[in-house]
Each structure stands twice: as structure tokens, then as C-alpha cells.
């Protein structure tokens, strides 16, 4: 037979918090737990088959009520009933968005958001089962405890809701006139957290069911991988399992196909329940590299019998050194981005389209790297790197060495390993144990792991820094690379600087920088409102309150100007990884509640761009760029008492002027991509043109505005499943009004809104799909498409005004 998938994302019952008859993990007879667990008396399908002696043996015991019975004999539950209580919903979701926020210092860093449970159900029938067929049940992710049953028994727990996990459910399923399947899962968070930030909660990937035939190429063991690049050909590696679940003994005869070339393998013998395992070289000719420049993709296709499959890589090899990173054989600079996985609106629960929303965002940027902080990457992630061309580092979430950790370890390297955008793994994260001798037998053990499952790929910790630049020598020979955090900043002194002296030959990276705080279009810090100053903020992630210039961490951990300059004096780093890509959930740091979302992004929530991403544009790419900041209307600006404003142009030109009312307020050469003014604030327009080579590069201009009078749609990414719409506040002459914070409506036809957002890091406003007030002039929704383009109407309210 051939492989089938069934994606089974829609249409599932949902119920927040804990049953009254919390379901059994336990049976005392096979299937027999009942409840949620199965059939309801209902539904489409017996709670339990039985048999006619198991139907006499029931009524024996229970005086002929086989109902009773079950419950005297096996404790199945006869009681539990959907009720209103129950919602039907799609996946990916996340259950913890649509919760009020709370005022509970423990809930701070992670998002103000309740911990607590919930439980997802879905009844699906299939069709009879082919012969020489598997059924696999996979979890894309659930966070973060998982519990799953089916059929009324207990299939098993996951712990980490970064891990994919699946289960063979061939004989346990029903098939035809056997009825419905019933399939129970229980997502929790009040074990723990993962992380200190926003991670969300529920069923935040697909499900889907798959059936493979019973002799075939295990997919997850199917690995091309670059052994070596001469000149314009590459060798090739290529090794695959093939798995006999069958009663037989089989010969296996696959062929790989890659590239117009046939590898065939000696046949082998494939005993019942046993497995065999495939390796070849093959040499490609006029090879097409992948770089994040020219991120080419090829196409490997398996075959077995009649089991085929594709897998998609890249020809490539990576290499650091104590000069940095090499990309196929050439130094390559690093212009990094870490991020968390959550998103305006919807939380984790993120499908291909917004990831390649987001990935578009940064490549514009010039991003050509993404560090998965901190956690394994997903394969929709990972697909969208591949495609866009941005290198990445997976990383692990924790250097534990418990059983299910190294489990987890060994399962993601391998299902992730062969994507052509994965160039480093990361063993962790700022761990306390890191550099001691009893964190490095649990390093030792990982990248022994990850070696030994994976061929081409570096292996980095991200280690925190000390200003004397210690540690410990037997923890470094187990990485192929040292990484530390914030190498630039004041607070960390010359420790980094220190490492390189006494290790010159050690290879080292910034694995994370900048930490800089800013807030979207604003132009004054504000503590009440919990805004930071795009211009610097005066407050500190160290210190309490407004702080004076040079006290530390002002502004964050290090400005990007910081960041830059440092890479640039200290090449051998390799590049930088800013901290972070988008703002994120949590962590809203330098402030407390109401601040709900961190302000260290280039970009906010929704993906809408922050000044200094024009600042990085500038370094990072070769396309004609010029960015002026701020806007100009007078209630969003902070005026010395000389009635002056600073005013701030980003450019790769070399030259620009700026003009106020079309007067010349001078001309200034760039430096570090930038040019100051501090001029007189008239109302009017300011504008700025850019020059390169004496010729006019680029212009850019703000415009004060008048009161909001209607909203702009722009669909700013058509993805397969979703669009994203930006909506922007505009005035009676056309102009954008940056410092409107109405409220609007909205309302969709052809499609449905599953997430609204608006950038504000303090908007604690319950949850909803219909209303969202502007931040900063903007805000954006998400509308999943029906059939043809999605319309939305927009409400605008007018009783609300501007930011004062």
C-alpha cells in the first residue's frame, strides 16, 4: 500500500479545566475505562465490544445489567456527558490566549496568564484497515503535560510540548462498522514550566494519522547529508531503515533517487519484527549550493516496494574556527535573530503561514540566521528557513541527562537533522551548572548524542559570561564552538575578551545580544503605560525606577549600536544573534504588571517593524535604505524645554539632509548607518532625503496628522490558510495617525478571525475576536480564508482618541 496522511485538525471538542470524573490512566479490563475515553451512549459507537460470554459474565455479576456490571467489574465510568461546557474548536490551539490576565507576581515572567488543564476530544471514523498496514497517531506538539487516550485506554504521556511524539494505533483502532474512535487528550501546565516566558498551553500543533505499509523505509531514518564539496561536485551520504512489522520474512530491494541518479543497494534479508539499516555514498555533479543568498533545495525520493517518499535537503558544509563561522568554505557573517515561538493573537499555536510571515519580516531585514530559543525547533519553522534561506540553531531546551530528555534529544535530532537550514545545535542555555566538571559529564553525554545521530552539524552552548572570563576546561572540549551572551555589555566587562587571550584557538560565538527595550512608535518612555522610548529608555533591567545615562543597563542589556561595534573590533565572534527578533509574551522586564510582553523585539508582536530595524537593515543589507524617526505629531514627542526634538535618520546611503516645511536643517555625513539632529519642532512635514555617490539614494518623510476618520486594510502576507491584514489609522487628508489608540470592530465575510493584536505591551483587555483597540496608529488581524479572498469590515470607534 501506499503511505496516506489524515489530517485530523478540525472540528474538536474542548473543555477549560478539570473533569468532574478526572478520566483513569489505569484498567482493570482491556478498554474498559469509559467516560470520555470512548463512546458515549450517543455517539456512534459501543463504549466497550464485548463478547457473549463477556456480555453473560456481566449480567451474572450485576443482576443482569451489563452497564452495572462494567462498572462493578472494570470501574468504567457511566456517568461523564458533553455538556454546554464543551466548545468545538480547530487546531492549533491555545487555550491559555483566551484567559484574563492576573495581577500574580508569579505569573509575571510568563505572561500573567493562569496556569491550569484542559482536555481536547475527537471522534473520527476510518475506513477498513488494507492488509500489511500500520496506523501512527502523531502529535506535532502539545503543551506542555500531555495525557492521551483512545478507545477507552490510556495510550501515554509526553512531558515537553517542543517534542513531537507519535503511537502506533493499529490494533486498538476500530475499522468500518466497528464504530468511531474516540480520542482524549489532557494538556497541563501546573507541573512547571519549561521556560520563564510566555509558552502557552494545549493541543499548539497538528494531529495527524498515517498509514504506512508494514515492510518500509522508516522516514525518520531516511538522512542525505554533504560528507564533502570539491570544486562544483559533492559527495553525498545517504542512509535509511527499513523496518519489518510484517509476519514474513522479506528481501528489501529500495532505490534512492536523487538528482537524475538511481542508488540501488544490495538486497537484504528483513526478518519478521526485525529491521536493517542502508547506507551509500553518491557524487552530484554541478552542484547547486544552499546559502541563505541562494537557498537551493533538492528533492530525495525512497522507494520501497511500493512505499515512496520525499525528503527535501540542501548540498552545503559548515565550519568554525577561531576566525568564525565558514559557510561551504567561505567566512560567513552571522546576522542573527533569537526568538520565542508565540505570535499576536493566537499564542505558540502558530501554523505554516504566520512562520512564513515571519521569516519574510526578517529576511527583509537581512537576517540570514535564527537561533529556536529556547527550544527545539519546529518542523513548520524549520520549512520556512529552509525555503526563505536562514541558517539555524536548533537548539535543545535543557542539558538534563534524565532518561526522557536524552530521549527527547535523540528523537528531534533526527527527525530535524536533514533540513538544509539547520546549522548548529545548541546543547543549552545560560545553564548555572554550565563550565563546572559536573555539568560536563551531561554535555559529554549530548553532543556524544547528537554526533552520533547527526553529520554534519556544529555543536554550541550558549554559556553565561563572568567579567573575570572563567571556565573550566574539560566542559569546553565537548563543543565544537563556546557561545556566550551579551560579549558587548558593560555588565559582563572584558570576560569574553578574556576567554579569547587565554584560549586563542578556541572557537567562540555570540550566541546572544542587544536586549535593548523599545516600544513601537513611541517616543517617550512611560512608566505608568509601561513604554520605552525608541530613542533609549532611561529605565534598567538592573536597577529599580528612571535611571541617569551610563548607569547600568540602560536600556537594556546593550544598545544595537553596542552590538554592531563590538562584532566589528571582535570578528573572530563570528556575527551576533539580537535578542530578539519580535517581541514575545512574558518577561516584561524593565516593568511589572500591567506589562504582560517583553520589548527587546525588532519588531513587535504582530511583526510590524520597530525604528531600529531600518538601523540593522542598514548593516545587513545592500538594498537602498533610509528610515527617519520619530513621527511628528507633537502629543507623541518629547520637546526639551528649548522647544527642540531629537530626530534620528537610519541610511546605507552616505550623505543625508533633512528638511522641516522644505528648510534645509543640514546635511550630515552617516555614521554606523546613522545620522542625528536635534531640531525646532514645527507641525508640518519633515522629511529626509539620502544620498549615495552624489545621487539621490532614498527619501523618507513624516507628516503631523489630524484626527483619525477612517481605517486602512493592507494584506500584508496571503499565506495558504490565513491572511494577515494590517490596520492603520488615517486621517481626512490620507495621513497616517501614529498616535491613535481607538477602539475599532470588525467583522468578516469569506472567512473567520482567529486572532487579533496590536503591539501594546501592556494591553491586559480580555480576549476577543471582534474588537482591539489601535496601538500606535495600528493593529493587526488574522483571518483564516474559506473559499475566495477573505473581506473584513472595520467599525472604526470614535469615542476613543490619541495617545495624550
Given amino acids: 500500500m501506499m503511505r496516506k496522511q489524515i489530517l485530523i485538525n478540525q472540528n474538536w471538542q474542548f473543555h477549560l479545566g478539570e473533569l468532574s470524573h478526572k478520566p483513569l490512566k489505569m484498567a482493570k479490563k482491556a478498554y474498559a475505562l469509559g467516560g470520555f475515553t470512548a463512546s458515549l451512549p450517543n455517539e456512534n459507537g459501543q463504549r466497550l465490544p464485548i463478547s457473549a460470554g463477556g456480555e453473560h459474565f456481566l449480567k451474572l455479576i450485576a443482576q443482569g445489567n451489563i452497564e452495572i456490571g462494567l462498572r462493578n467489574l472494570c470501574g468504567t465510568d457511566l456517568e461523564s456527558a458533553i455538556d454546554d461546557s464543551w466548545q468545538t474548536i480547530n487546531l492549533p490551539h491555545d487555550w491559555k490566549v483566551a484567559l484574563p490576565y492576573e495581577n500574580n507576581p508569579m505569573n509575571l515572567m510568563s505572561g500573567s496568564k493562569p496556569d491550569g488543564e484542559a482536555y481536547y476530544r475527537k471522534m473520527f471514523s476510518l475506513d477498513a484497515l488494507a492488509q500489511d498496514t500500520r496506523l501512527i497517531l502523531h502529535f506535532d506538539g502539545v503543551t506542555r503535560m500531555a495525557d492521551v487516550w483512545l478507545n477507552g485506554a490510556y495510550l501515554g504521556h509526553n512531558n515537553s510540548g517542543y517534542t513531537a511524539f507519535t503511537f502506533d494505533i493499529t490494533e486498538m483502532a476500530r475499522y468500518g462498522d466497528e464504530g468511531e474512535n474516540t480520542l482524549l487528550v489532557r494538556a497541563e501546565t501546573t507541573s512547571g514550566p519549561e521556560g520563564w516566558w510566555y509558552e502557552g498551553a494545549g493541543i499548539t500543533k497538528s494531529i495527524y494519522l498515517e498509514y504506512v505499509p508494514a515492510v518500509r523505509i522508516d522516514f525518520d531514518s531516511a538522512y542525505v547529508y554533504t560528507k564533502s564539496l570539491q570544486d562544483s561536485s559533492a559527495i553525498l551520504g545517504v542512509e535509511f531503515t527499513v523496518i519489518n512489522d510484517s509476519d514474513e520474512d522479506v528481501e528489501a530491494k529500495p532505490i534512492v533517487f536523487i538528482d537524475g541518479q538511481d542508488i540501488t543497494f544490495d538486497h537484504q534479508f528483513v526478518k519478521a519484527g526485525q529491521q536493517k539499516v542502508f547506507k551509500a555514498e553518491v557524487t552530484v555533479e554541478n552542484v547547486r549550493l544552499w546559502s541563505p543568498e541562494t537557498p537551493n533545495l533538492y528533492q530525495a525520493s525512497f522507494s ?14 559548515f565550519a568554525y574556527d ?40 526578517l529576511k527583509d531585514m537581512g537576517v540570514n540566521a535564527y537561533r529556536s530559543a529556547h527550544h527545539f525547533a ?16 536548533n537548539e535543545n531546551r535543557i542539558p538534563e541527562s534524565t532518561p526522557w530528555r536524552i530521549n527527547d534529544l535523540k528523537k528531534m535530532v533526527i527527525q530535524s537533522r536533514m533540513h538544509a537550514s539547520i546549522a548548529f545545535w545548541s546543547i543549552g542555555n545560560e545553564e548555572l551548572v554550565g563550565n563546572t566538571s559536573y555539568g560536563s559529564r551531561t554535555i559529554k553525554r549530548l553532543a556524544s548524542i547528537i554526533r552520533q545521530h547527526d553529520a554534519e552539524h556544529l555543536i554550541v552552548s550558549a554559556e553565561l559570561l563572568n567579567p573575570e572570563g572563567k571556565v573550566d576546561e574539560d566542559y569546553l572540549k565537548y563543543v565544537d564552538i563556546l557561545g556566550v551572551n551579551y560579549p558587548e555589555a558593560g ?34 518612555d512611560n512608566a505608568e503605560k509601561c513604554q520605552c522610548n525608541n530613542f533609549g529608555s532611561m529605565y534598567s533591567m538592573i536597577l529599580p525606577g528612571k535611571r541617569q545615562p551610563g548607569d547600568p543597563g540602560v536600556g537594556g542589556t546593550a544598545h544595537p549600536e553596542d552590538v554592531i561595534h563590538y562584532f ?11 535578542w530578539t527578533a519580535f517581541d514575545y509574551f512574558g518577561e516584561p522586564s524593565p516593568f511589572g504588571y500591567p ?18 530595524y531600518y538601523y540593522y537593515k542598514s548593516h545587513w543589507t545592500d538594498k537602498p535604505t533610509v528610515h527617519l524617526m520619530p513621527h511628528w505629531n507633537q502629543e507623541g514627542l518629547e520637546i526639551n524645554e528649548n522647544g527642540q526634538v531629537a530626530v534620528r535618520v537610519f541610511s546605507n546611503g552616505d550623505t543625508v539632509e533633512l528638511f522641516i516645511n522644505g528648510i534645509s536643517q543640514g546635511t550630515q555625513v552617516l555614521k554606523d548607518c546613522t545620522a ?27 507628516i503631523t496628522s489630524n484626527t483619525i476618520t477612517t481605517i486602512k486594510q493592507e494584506t500584508i502576507f496571503a499565506g495558504h490558510e490565513v491572511d494577515l491584514i494590517c490596520l492603520t489609522a488615517i486621517d481626512n487628508e490620507g495621513h497616517e495617525v501614529p498616535t491613535a489608540n481607538n477602539l475599532i470592530h470588525l467583522t468578516v465575510n469569506n472567512g473567520n478571525i482567529i486572532g487579533l493584536g496590536n503591539g501594546n505591551p501592556a494591553d491586559t483587555s480580555d480576549f476577543s475576536l471582534e474588537n482591539i483597540t489601535l496601538f500606535s496608529g495600528k493593529a493587526l488581524a488574522i483571518v483564516k480564508k474559506r473559499e475566495g479572498n477573505p473581506q473584513l469590515i472595520v467599525t472604526l470607534d470614535k469615542k476613543n482618541g490619541t495617545e495624550k
Fill in 491 to 524: 555588565v559582563m566587562g572584558a570576560g569574553a575578551e578574556i576567554i579569547h587571550q587565554n584560549h586563542p584557538t578556541l572557537p567562540m560565538m555570540s550566541t546572544e545580544n542587544a536586549s535593548y527595550f523599545s516600544t513601537r512608535g513611541i517616543y517617550k
Fill in 595 to 612: 506589562g504582560i510582553g517583553s520589548q527587546f523585539g525588532i519588531c513587535d508582536v504582530n511583526g510590524f517593524p520597530k525604528d531600529y
Fill in 676 to 702: 542625528n539632529y536635534l531640531v525646532d519642532y514645527q507641525p508640518g512635514c519633515i522629511e529626509v532625503v539620502a544620498y549615495k555617490d552624489n545621487q539621490e539614494f532614498g527619501r523618507d518623510k513624516r
Fill in 304 to 317: 520501497l516496494n511500493k512505499d515512496v517518499f520525499e525528503k527535501t535537503f540542501g548540498i552545503r558544509t
Fill in 568 to 578: 566589528n573590533t571582535h570578528r573572530y565572534m563570528g556575527g551576533v544573534f539580537i
Fill in 378 to 393: 519546529s518542523k513548520e519553522l524549520l520549512s520556512a528557513c529552509d525555503r526563505y534561506g536562514i541558517l539555524v540553531m
Fill in 322 to 361: 577561531q576566525t568564525g563561522f565558514h559557510l561551504n568554505g567561505q567566512p560567513y557573517e552571522l546576522h542573527g535573530v533569537c526568538e520565542h515561538q508565540d505570535f499576536a493573537g493566537v499564542g505558540v499555536a502558530l501554523n505554516q503561514d504566520i512562520l512564513d510571515y515571519k521569516m519574510k519580516v
